[in-house]
């Protein structure tokens, strides 16, 4: 005899009504857009951002009366003008592009060896050091980050102090073009790194082995059977760091000294120094849309990479 | 590692260079908030804790620590959910316009920072939503989220449809299904994106410049605000703090997880 | 049978202290009720914003230490950018909103930007008004919607140590190659555009309409590489030796030195900037923050407060009979008579509203390329 209902026990009969509750709702007929329902929230969450995007692009359109402060009613493309042509915006495009190009080499050369033998060492202890290592400083913060380094390259901190020792005078090594980018570099080291290890880890080390066998030497083994199998990786991390770095605000601000602004400093400084909504607007539509063409163009040209997110093809 | 001593020898120049300029700071923020002079310098004029002993007792400091701890809450509670469940159907299914829906979920990585930050601003300003806190909790989920359905989709990946099968064959229904087998299975990376998010929504900065204001100052924000005043230790005190909550993250997160889970291949 | 008399008039006085106890209490719970009638609530704190450094440390010892020893209520500082603070409390208050802090320290061009705005309540009422100077009117504006606090110069502010043949006379020291990298500047060249004006070669009668002699002089100054900052910058760039002269308000340079740096000013034979800050309270505060937040600004301008506020600053106040500090007597730093604001350049601050955002561009244009 089949025992009592009762007899179940209790997350049995929970389950048994969230599943008849779910046939309910979501007739099996509907099952194809399963995926759909699943991915509602995060579409909803991004789409936040979707009315963000349109909101800058209304805002853009305003301009500001310095009479009263206020932005105007009518739509005009004055700021579009004003963005294009004045200098003060070309200077500031082209340092952050020039500076996020060299920044994304700098990384993706300092990175790839760093994953390569995270990756390729047998010391579990070292691994797990360099992971902790890498980790630690991704968790700390921009803000912190910075600040350390205003502390140790500073006129007299630690750095300068010794080249005082070896008689050379205290350099400016802060509030100048090569301190941003540095602050960058470092900053950028660990996504780069995150991106490129499982990219080195799905080369099996048999084809370095056998590489060696045929005669290579380290660095054409390196160059030849390395660096193209690891391509997934060194563009997904270029990816990242180059967008990363060219919209970066806190590096340029805390370690430019105010002379080294980058595109979102100067779109910070149209909110809130000048109070001209409009033309901030108008700067950071056009970073979106500059962003986004290189985003896309990449990833027509070379893919995602490790940056991917799709099914994984067997 | 095969190869060479000369390889070796690159490889560590290497390494160690990436390894000291991602420790620096680090150290010296550590050290520094040791001082017991008033200046901040490295390495620091004798040892005290006193600059501790000051963060302890400063209010707005302990205050705006909270906060972001409460911001970080929200952030992952929300991402959770919705992130988990974006990531599985990502990896599971194959969905019509499956490009599409990638590109826009990469949305929050591709718009600058700046820009959706300008733009929540915008929009949760015209929906009179400013000046709570909960509302910087969902902008730092919506502008990191893209991390957390790329930890879980990674999960699931490697996920055996199999499995699935097998369990439909042993009778279970869809949802006991998806809670016994598909869940379980990709928890690693619930657990390794939760963590992130907390992280970064405890460290961010940029977003919460733009939606915080004086009544509900976050850390890091408190934190800029005085380095663009007179830096005092009692700053690098408060930093690691920080640094405590880093460590104590790396810690779980390679506890709970294991940190070679993001060496794992693609 | 005596015990018993004196136990009778124990009692009949302990009676009589009684009544006239309770009689106390019921007059002073009488009155209780006026009195809370008279102020309202008073809030936990009030959010106050300030300048770091020096700036917020003298507000501390003379207003805000004080009015929380008297009121009660605890003053917070937030030291946001005065620039940076304004979006947050004009969409405040345009969306409805209670406005992020209670009162603004707030440069005078800036408050009436938002005096303009009409995001400011009225000040008008507040009774230590009548006791203050001309300085305290604001210009250009109906009645009060900020006060003015003191005035202050941008003063050129150098390291004698770098001067041993006396100190310089003319802003066009600044184009010295020796010190290169070592000239600071306000990130928004605040208080450098007149003085560049007529070190330019250019007038004052020319400014707003021309003022190329000023970004002339500026574009020099930019091949010098000057590091750009705020208030607190410059008491850490002197006191790190990191630079030698800079365009800066007297506090910060007067801060270093305090902290043993050897530091001086002048103001050079093309004049300095003077101007005057001031504080407002913005729209949007509930009833009894409101009330309180006004209490505040009414207490700055109290004599005592005043007093040591400023000498905490080194500037001159608002109210008659303030003694000036004993270092900074005959300072051009603390004009007092006619004949030193004769040096000083003084610019309307409508002018200054008018133009004060193309100025910034402009500045920052030349800083940036």
Same mark, same amino acid.
């Given at each position: 005899?089949?025992?009592?209902?009762t007899?179940?026990?209790?997350?049995?009969?929970?389950?048994?009504?969230?599943?008849?509750?779910?046939?309910?709702?979501?007739?099996?007929?509907?099952?194809?857009?399963?995926?759909?329902?699943?991915?509602?929230?995060?579409?909803l969450?991004?789409g936040?951002?979707v009315?963000?995007?349109?909101?800058?692009?209304?805002?853009?359109?305003?301009?500001?009366?310095?009479?009263t402060?206020?932005?105007?009613?009518?739509?005009?493309?004055?700021?579009?003008?004003?963005?294009?042509?004045?200098?003060?915006f070309?200077?500031?495009?082209?340092?952050?592009?020039?500076g996020?190009?060299?920044?994304?080499?700098?990384?993706?050369?300092?990175?790839?060896?760093?994953?390569?033998?995270?990756?390729?060492?047998?010391?579990?202890?070292?691994?797990?050091?360099?992971?902790?290592?890498?980790?630690?400083?991704f968790?700390?913060?921009?803000?912190?980050?910075?600040?350390?380094?205003l502390?140790?390259?500073?006129?007299?901190?630690?750095?300068?102090?010794?080249?005082?020792?070896?008689?050379?005078?205290?350099?400016?090594?802060?509030?100048?073009?090569?301190a941003?980018?540095?602050?960058?570099?470092?900053?950028?080291?660990p996504?780069?790194?995150?991106?490129?290890?499982?990219?080195?880890?799905?080369?099996?080390?048999?084809?370095?082995?056998?590489?060696?066998?045929?005669?290579?030497?380290?660095?054409?083994?390196?160059?030849?059977?390395?660096?193209?199998?690891?391509?997934?990786?060194?563009?997904?991390?270029g990816?990242?760091?180059?967008?990363?770095?060219?919209?970066?605000?806190?590096?340029?601000?805390?370690?430019?000294?105010?002379?080294?602004?980058?595109?979102?400093?100067?779109?910070?400084?149209?909110?809130?120094?000048?109070?001209?909504q409009?033309?901030?607007?108008?700067?950071?539509?056009?970073?979106?849309?500059?962003?986004?063409l290189?985003?896309?163009?990449?990833?027509?040209l070379?893919?995602?990479?490790?940056?991917?997110?799709n099914?994984?093809?067997? | 590692?095969?190869g060479?001593?000369s390889?070796?020898?690159?490889?560590?120049?290497?390494?160690?260079?990436?390894?000291?300029m991602?420790?620096?700071?680090?150290?010296?923020?550590?050290?520094a908030?040791?001082?017991?002079?008033?200046?901040?310098?490295?390495?620091p004029?004798?040892?005290?804790?006193?600059?501790y002993?000051r963060?302890?007792?400063a209010?707005?400091?302990?205050?705006a620590?909270?906060?972001?701890?409460?911001?970080?809450?929200?952030?992952?509670?929300?991402?959770?959910?919705?992130?988990?469940l974006?990531?599985?159907?990502?990896?599971?299914?194959?969905?019509?316009?499956?490009?599409? #829906?990638?590109?826009?979920? =990469? $949305?929050? &990585?591709?718009?600058? @920072?700046?820009?959706?930050?300008?733009? !929540?601003? /915008? *929009?949760?300003?015209?929906?009179?939503?400013?000046?709570?806190?909960?509302?910087?909790?969902?902008?730092?989920?919506?502008?990191?989220?893209?991390?957390?359905?790329?930890?879980?989709?990674?999960?699931?990946?490697?996920?055996?449809?199999?499995?699935?099968?097998?369990?439909?064959?042993?009778?279970?229904?869809?949802?006991?299904?998806?809670?016994?087998?598909?869940?379980?299975?990709v928890?690693?990376? #619930?657990i390794?994106?939760? =963590? $992130?998010? &907390?992280?970064?929504? @405890?460290?961010?900065?940029?977003?919460? !410049?733009? /939606? *915080?204001?004086?009544?509900?100052?976050?850390?890091?924000?408190?934190?800029?605000?005085?380095?663009?005043?007179?830096?005092?230790?009692d700053?690098?005190?408060?930093?690691?703090?920080?640094?405590?909550?880093?460590?104590?993250?790396?810690?779980?997160?390679?506890?709970?997880?294991?940190?070679?889970?993001?060496?794992?291949?693609? | 049978?005596?015990?018993?008399?004196?136990?009778a008039?124990?009692?009949?006085?302990?009676?009589?202290?009684?009544?006239?106890?309770?009689?106390?209490?019921?007059?002073?719970?009488?009155?209780?009720p006026r009195?809370?009638?008279?102020?309202?609530?008073?809030?936990?704190?009030?959010?106050?914003?300030?300048w770091?450094?020096?700036?917020?440390?003298?507000?501390?010892?003379?207003?805000s230490d004080?009015?929380?020893?008297?009121?009660?209520?605890?003053?917070?500082?937030?030291?946001?950018?005065?620039?940076?603070?304004?979006?947050?409390?004009?969409?405040?208050?345009?969306?409805?909103?209670?406005?992020p802090?209670?009162?603004?320290?707030?440069t005078?061009?800036n408050?009436?930007?938002?005096?303009l705005?009409?995001?400011?309540?009225?000040?008008?009422?507040?009774?230590?008004?009548?006791?203050?100077?001309?300085?305290a009117?604001?210009?250009?504006?109906?009645?009060?919607?900020?006060?003015?606090?003191?005035?202050?110069?941008?003063?050129?502010?150098y390291?004698?140590?770098?001067?041993?043949?006396g100190?310089?006379?003319?802003?066009?020291?600044?184009?010295?190659?020796?010190?290169?990298?070592?000239?600071?500047?306000?990130?928004?060249?605040?208080?450098?555009?007149?003085?560049?004006?007529?070190?330019?070669?250019g007038?004052?009668?020319?400014?707003p309409?021309?003022?190329?002699?000023?970004?002339?002089?500026?574009?020099?100054?930019?091949?010098?590489?000057p590091?750009?900052?705020?208030?607190?910058?410059?008491?850490?760039?002197?006191?790190?030796?990191e630079?030698?002269?800079?365009?800066t308000?007297?506090?910060?340079?007067?801060?270093?030195?305090?902290?043993?740096?050897?530091?001086?000013?002048?103001?050079?034979?093309?004049?300095?900037?003077?101007?005057?800050?001031?504080l407002?309270?913005?729209?949007?505060?509930?009833?009894?923050?409101?009330?309180?937040?006004?209490?505040?600004?009414?207490f700055?301008?109290?004599?005592?407060?005043?007093?040591?506020?400023?000498?905490?600053?080194?500037l001159?106040?608002?109210?008659?009979g303030?003694?000036?500090?004993?270092?900074?007597?005959?300072?051009?730093?603390?004009?007092?008579?006619?004949?030193?604001?004769?040096?000083?350049?003084?610019?309307?601050?409508?002018?200054?509203?008018?133009?004060?955002?193309?100025?910034?561009?402009?500045?920052?244009?030349?800083?940036?390329?």
């Amino acid at each position: 005899m089949r025992a009592a209902r009762t007899a179940y026990p209790l997350t049995w009969r929970i389950m048994d009504a969230l599943e008849a509750f779910a046939a309910a709702v979501w007739p099996a007929r509907f099952d194809r857009a399963i995926p759909w329902l699943m991915l509602a929230p995060a579409l909803l969450l991004v789409g936040l951002l979707v009315l963000g995007l349109i909101q800058i692009a209304d805002t853009s359109l305003r301009t500001l009366d310095t009479s009263t402060f206020l932005m105007s009613e009518e739509y005009t493309l004055a700021n579009y003008n004003r963005a294009l042509t004045e200098s003060l915006f070309a200077t500031v495009a082209m340092r952050s592009l020039v500076g996020s190009l060299i920044v994304t080499v700098i990384t993706l050369i300092l990175a790839f060896p760093y994953a390569y033998m995270m990756v390729r060492t047998s010391s579990a202890i070292l691994r797990k050091l360099l992971l902790i290592a890498l980790f630690l400083p991704f968790f700390i913060g921009q803000v912190v980050r910075a600040y350390g380094w205003l502390i140790i390259l500073g006129n007299q901190g630690i750095v300068n102090e010794a080249f005082g020792l070896i008689g050379i005078e205290p350099l400016r090594l802060l509030y100048n073009y090569p301190a941003v980018l540095f602050g960058l570099v470092q900053y950028m080291l660990p996504f780069a790194v995150l991106m490129a290890a499982p990219a080195l880890t799905a080369i099996s080390e048999e084809l370095e082995l056998a590489a060696g066998s045929l005669g290579a030497d380290w660095v054409r083994t390196f160059a030849y059977i390395v660096l193209p199998l690891a391509r997934p990786g060194l563009i997904g991390a270029g990816i990242v760091v180059l967008t990363l770095s060219l919209t970066d605000f806190a590096m340029p601000a805390i370690l430019g000294g105010g002379s080294q602004d980058f595109i979102a400093n100067a779109i910070y400084d149209q909110f809130f120094r000048t109070s001209d909504q409009g033309l901030g607007s108008t700067l950071a539509l056009l970073l979106v849309a500059i962003g986004s063409l290189l985003v896309g163009l990449l990833f027509t040209l070379f893919g995602a990479g490790t940056l991917a997110m799709n099914k994984v093809r067997r | 590692m095969t190869g060479a001593l000369s390889k070796k020898i690159v490889l560590w120049a290497f390494v160690i260079t990436v390894l000291v300029m991602l420790s620096a700071p680090t150290i010296v923020v550590l050290g520094a908030s040791f001082t017991a002079g008033n200046m901040i310098t490295f390495p620091p004029e004798g040892l005290s804790l006193k600059w501790y002993a000051r963060i302890a007792g400063a209010s707005d400091l302990r205050d705006a620590f909270l906060r972001s701890l409460y911001v970080a809450t929200i952030c992952t509670l929300i991402a959770v959910p919705a992130g988990t469940l974006a990531g599985i159907a990502l990896a599971k299914y194959a969905v019509r316009f499956q490009k599409t #829906v990638q590109i826009y979920l =990469l $949305l929050p &990585f591709t718009i600058p @920072l700046i820009g959706s930050g300008i733009g !929540l601003m /915008l *929009v949760l300003g015209e929906a009179r939503l400013l000046g709570q806190l909960w509302p910087v909790g969902v902008a730092c989920c919506v502008i990191n989220l893209p991390f957390m359905i790329w930890a879980v989709s990674a999960s699931a990946a490697s996920l055996d449809p199999d499995l699935e099968l097998a369990a439909a064959n042993c009778g279970a229904p869809p949802l006991s299904t998806f809670f016994h087998v598909t869940l379980p299975a990709v928890v690693p990376g #619930v657990i390794s994106g939760s =963590l $992130l998010m &907390f992280i970064l929504a @405890l460290n961010e900065f940029l977003v919460s !410049l733009l /939606l *915080v204001d004086a009544r509900i100052v976050t850390l890091p924000v408190l934190i800029y605000n005085s380095i663009r005043s007179i830096i005092t230790p009692d700053l690098a005190a408060i930093s690691v703090v920080f640094i405590a909550c880093a460590a104590a993250a790396v810690f779980l997160l390679d506890r709970l997880v294991g940190l070679d889970i993001f060496l794992k291949s693609k | 049978m005596t015990d018993k008399l004196l136990t009778a008039r124990l009692t009949r006085r302990r009676v009589l202290q009684g009544a006239s106890a309770l009689g106390a209490v019921g007059f002073s719970s009488l009155s209780l009720p006026r009195a809370f009638a008279q102020e309202p609530a008073k809030p936990r704190e009030l959010i106050v914003r300030a300048w770091g450094g020096s700036w917020v440390d003298s507000l501390k010892a003379g207003v805000s230490d004080p009015f929380t020893a008297e009121t009660g209520i605890a003053i917070r500082h937030d030291l946001t950018e005065d620039n940076e603070i304004q979006p947050k409390i004009w969409a405040a208050v345009a969306q409805g909103r209670t406005p992020p802090i209670h009162v603004n320290w707030d440069t005078t061009v800036n408050a009436t930007k938002s005096a303009l705005r009409s995001v400011t309540e009225d000040l008008s009422d507040l009774p230590n008004l009548q006791n203050t100077t001309e300085l305290a009117k604001p210009v250009g504006l109906d009645g009060y919607p900020i006060v003015n606090t003191y005035g202050y110069v941008y003063v050129l502010a150098y390291r004698p140590g770098a001067f041993p043949d006396g100190p310089p006379t003319s802003w066009k020291v600044l184009l010295e190659p020796r010190f290169k990298g070592r000239i600071a500047l306000y990130n928004d060249g605040i208080g450098f555009h007149f003085p560049a004006q007529v070190a330019g070669g250019g007038k004052l009668e020319d400014i707003p309409d021309n003022m190329q002699a000023a970004w002339d002089f500026i574009a020099e100054v930019k091949k010098q590489q000057p590091l750009l900052g705020e208030d607190p910058d410059f008491t850490t760039w002197f006191q790190k030796g990191e630079i030698d002269v800079a365009c800066t308000i007297s506090t910060n340079a007067r801060e270093a030195q305090k902290n043993g740096i050897d530091i001086a000013w002048v103001v050079p034979e093309e004049g300095a900037k003077f101007d005057t800050d001031g504080l407002w309270v913005p729209k949007g505060l509930p009833e009894n923050e409101l009330y309180w937040a006004k209490q505040y600004v009414n207490f700055a301008l109290s004599k005592e407060a005043q007093q040591v506020w400023l000498d905490g600053l080194g500037l001159p106040g608002v109210v008659p009979g303030l003694e000036p500090p004993a270092d900074l007597a005959d300072d051009p730093a603390y004009p007092t008579t006619g004949e030193d604001f004769n040096k000083l350049i003084r610019i309307s601050s409508k002018v200054q509203v008018e133009n004060e955002s193309d100025w910034f561009a402009k500045f920052k244009a030349i800083m940036q390329g």
